[in-house]
């Protein structure tokens, strides 16, 4: 096994940067030698004009800013990578996120054909740069740098917002898998089985036994790479607010909502609410997987108070109250139960994700989201059509799909919510809530790969 | 076909019965066409859909040719799959997604045919990961099976033999055939629309690419339900 150098690895991949704003700017290679010298003067650091690729080794001061590149499979081709080698990439790759659209539920309105531009012309993205920083003049001035040489389609920004939350007033990004020989004490008191490297990264052992993924040609030079699903996810909080306080009102003179949420417990959550506000904060918790604070529903089902409850260390089984058709429990069934047996803990993939909008003129507001692993396949592709959507994962959920990124339809959607002491109550009618509105498939290339491209001469 | 009684009428619509005009169909005209306008060859298995229904019980018509297809060659294949049953046969229980699944042996090829829900690939991935070993038995009897070995560090390259050896499954409706062409193509589907009189030129074309074909995506018992909802129903436990 090869050893691990942080020092070849792009820094967005191990761990997330403690900055709270993010260009994502959206790139055509329309000089392809200038394209080149940039991608030299960025793996080193050798250009005044060309900001520096941050790496994943530890840093000894925090950086004002970080500086990363996704490249698609169009990018490899007009860099001038030879049709010999491209052949070595995988098939998802290659054919870009446009055309694995069903897979991903991008149909209806999340259809590419919907898309706004840049990503409306899914050929002429070839490079995905990603400036990360505290303070705008930072992204200002790497994207000018960045557009003295390529040609900008387009730019997404997105930030933190507050406690960590996302638009559905969720804490996010609490759970990410924990890799083995990566220093992560963010995550250090998360119990769940530590990842082997290979689950991000190329080159590596995988979670699935024995496997290996493929590292396209040359290997030596690919390894240590990582695939990622670049995705802009609009969030319909609108929708799914009122859509609480529908349930809500229909769960208040249902015959069995004592064994939802008995009652007075309405004071514990909130920090105390009125029983029909309760009501709507437990079918989100449902819907989610955790409370909106992010307690585990599984721990705590009457109480969205956090006292000495851990946020990650928690387990499924036959009988939990988180249903399994929430959203948390679909995108990671840790080891709970699932059909398919072999494959607890083998989909697990890095997610870093930031808030956009909203937009002052539409209002249109949600997620920039980067879904990162050593497979599509395997990982983001297997997690969306298997078991975000479908839910194949369980015979009492299969047939629907997530309640939150679902591709819902209100004629078709359902979802179980969960009672104490068995049955549940069904919800139905919720349209989509999180429409997708972009994205590619990028390859975070190894700084040893960057380096590589930058050296093409076809 | 004109209803016209003339003997020019009758005599082109005996054409297909005639000798010379089957000959001439066969050596020239077909691979003429094949030159001028060939389909790019379908992909096998079932197409990807919205419909949670469709996403069950779907096919795999997986044909692998014989590398050595004398009777020793045969053997070599069968004792592969003879000396693994009790590794096929857990492993396609811990899959957890198969109905399903046979092993032919027919005429030059040997064939699994199974009936699973989900996707395909996620499917053959964990059955690699489950036995890939006797997968790698099997592929050494297998044509072009050698540079997929060992299984468990070429997932990606034997899934993608897996689905290019799958059978094309022709759509249930048979105009339906002209907006995959298209799509293959890279083509907006059936824009402008096709000429439904041009069907049979389209099917003879695309079956030179695709030679073997499944008619259709099958018949269903009992549409909608995954194997594990069944076997939930049953009570025997998922």
Known sequence: ?458 | MSDDSGWLNSYINSLPERGWFQFLSKYVVVPFWVWREGRPKLPGGPRPSPQPSDNTQRMMNLLMPLKDTSPIGRAKAVMALAQNVDEIFAGLDNVGTVHSARFLLVEDYICMISVYDGDFSNYIRDFISTIGSVFDALMHEVEGGDKLYPSEENVEAFIDWVREHDLFQAPDYPFDLFGLQDEQAGRKPNDPPHDLQTLPRSLILQLHANRNISLGGGYRGYPGYSAAQIRRNLGVGW
């Open chain 1, 1 to 458: 096994m090869a050893v691990f150098d942080a020092e070849k690895v792009q820094g967005n991949i191990l761990r997330g940067y403690p900055l709270d704003r993010v260009r994502h700017m959206i790139l055509e290679v329309s000089d392809r030698r200038r394209a080149r010298e940039f991608l030299a003067a960025a793996a080193d650091g050798t250009g005044e004009e060309v900001p520096r690729i941050t790496r994943s080794a530890n840093w000894s001061e925090r950086p004002e800013f970080c500086f990363n590149i996704g490249i698609t499979f169009e990018g490899l081709r007009t860099l001038g990578l030879p049709s010999d080698q491209l052949k070595t990439f995988p098939t998802e790759y290659t054919e870009g996120m446009t055309r694995r659209a069903l897979k991903l539920g991008d149909f209806g309105e999340s259809a590419p054909e919907h898309w706004p531009a840049p990503f409306d012309r899914p050929d002429r993205i070839h490079i995905v740069a990603s400036a990360y920083a505290n303070a705008d003049h930072h992204l200002d001035d790497i994207e000018k740098k960045v557009a003295k040489v390529f040609t900008v389609l387009g730019t997404r920004d997105g930030r933190n917002l507050p406690d960590g939350k996302v638009f559905f007033g969720y804490r996010d990004g609490i759970s990410q898998p924990r890799l083995r020989h990566v220093f992560d004490p963010e995550h250090a008191g998360d119990h769940q089985i530590k990842d082997p490297l290979g689950t991000v990264l190329l080159g590596y052992q995988t979670q699935l036994e024995g496997i290996k993924f493929t590292i396209p040609t040359p290997e030596d030079v690919f390894r240590d790479s990582a695939f990622n699903a670049f995705r802009v996810l609009q969030q319909d909080t609108e929708a799914f607010e009122t859509y609480l306080t529908d349930a809500a009102h229909f769960l208040e003179s249902h015959r069995d909502v004592a064994r939802l949420l008995p009652e007075g417990a309405e004071q514990n959550i909130g920090g105390g609410m009125s029983r029909h506000d309760a009501l709507r904060e437990v079918v989100a918790a449902q819907m989610c997987g955790r409370w909106r604070n992010g307690t585990p529903y599984e721990a705590s089902p009457n109480s969205d108070v956090q006292d000495g409850i851990s946020l990650t260390n928690y387990d499924y089984s036959l009988s939990s109250r988180c249903p399994a058709g929430s959203h948390m429990r679909r995108a990671n069934p840790r080891g709970g139960p699932i059909v398919q047996r072999v494959a607890n803990y083998t989909r697990r993939m890095v997610r870093r994700g930031m808030s956009y909008g909203p937009d002052p003129e539409t209002g249109e507001h949600g997620l920039l989201g980067n879904f990162i692993g050593a497979n599509y396949g395997a990982q983001f592709e297997a997690v969306m059509c298997d078991w975000i959507n479908f839910g194949l994962q369980d015979p009492g959920i299969t047939g629907t799909n997530d309640p939150l990124l679902g591709a819902n339809v209100p004629e078709t959607s359902r979802f179980d919510l969960t009672l104490k002491g068995g049955g549940h109550i069904r919800l139905s009618g919720f349209p989509r809530f999180v429409k997708t509105r972009g994205g590619a498939y990028t390859l975070l290339p190894s700084l040893p790969a960057i380096r590589y491209l930058s050296q093409l001469t076809a």
